[in-house]
T-cell receptor
Framework: AQSVTQLDSQVPVFEEAPVELRCNYSSSVSVYLFWYVQYPNQGLQLLLK??????LVKGINGFEAEFNKSQTSFHLRKPSVHISDTAEYFC???????????FGAGTRLTVKP | ETGVTQTPRHLVMGMTNKKSLKCEQHLGHNAMYWYKQSAKKPLELMFV???????ENNSVPSRFSPECPNSSHLFLHLHTLQPEDSALYLCASSQDRLRGFYEQYFGPGTRLTVT
């Protein structure tokens, strides 16, 4: 079965600085990769997803992620963060006929003024 | 209503109470999920329903009992819970669970506190 590891549980960063949230996955087959965001007292919302094709994926709110098959990674980046980006971010992986989506433990992004 | 809705948003119950959580999806999806989200722990997949049939039960205690009367509605019946069951319970739906490329859409969750 596939699995996903988020390498940082917490990432503090100052407003307008760039940020990278790291995600590594493990799978014996081709996978689909997702990033979700969870704001306080809300459910998870899809930021972006990689299914195939271009390895650089652009999502909502200025986020993007790069799929790297050789390093089995799918890191999330934003060139300049805002206070409103403070939230929990989850990386997830799925594969056809391999059971349901698996989520990482989450990374808490805190943007400071 | 659009997307995935959950009621109630907050619930406080004693250990001897019986209550139910409700989830409704307005997206025409055929798979629905219950997750438990506890502080400082990963999302735990509890139950999966596909076309109204339960297809996964991840060793969840019997004090949690799911019900899926149709493809739009999902319930989680609770009885004789323990304080460690206090958590955010999230419902999600997706168009299809087997092909892998459909994302899950989440409701806002029910914050459950067991006293």
């Amino acid at each position: 079965a596939q699995s996903v590891t988020q390498l940082d549980s917490q990432v503090p960063v100052f407003e307008e600085a760039p940020v990278e949230l790291r995600c590594n996955y493990s799978s014996s087959v081709s996978v689909y990769l997702f990033w979700y965001v969870q704001y306080p007292n809300q459910g998870l919302q899809l930021l972006l997803k990689y299914l195939s094709g271009s390895t650089l994926v652009k999502g909502i709110n200025g986020f993007e992620a790069e799929f790297n098959k050789s390093q089995t990674s799918f890191h999330l980046r934003k060139p300049s963060v805002h206070i409103s980006d403070t939230a929990e971010y989850f990386c997830a992986v799925s594969a056809p006929l391999r059971g349901d989506m698996r989520f990482g433990a989450g990374t808490r992004l805190t943007v400071k003024p | 209503e659009t997307g995935v809705t959950q009621t109630p948003r907050h619930l406080v119950m004693g250990m001897t109470n019986k209550k139910s959580l409700k989830c409704e999806q307005h997206l025409g999806h055929n798979a629905m999920y219950w997750y438990k989200q506890s502080a400082k722990k990963p999302l735990e997949l509890m139950f999966v329903y596909s076309l109204e049939e339960r297809v996964e039960n991840n060793s969840v205690p019997s004090r949690f009992s799911p019900e899926c009367p149709n493809s739009s509605h999902l319930f989680l019946h609770l009885h004789t819970l323990q304080p460690e069951d206090s958590a955010l319970y999230l419902c999600a739906s997706s168009q299809d669970r087997l092909r892998g490329f459909y994302e899950q859409y989440f409701g806002p969750g029910t914050r459950l506190t067991v006293t």
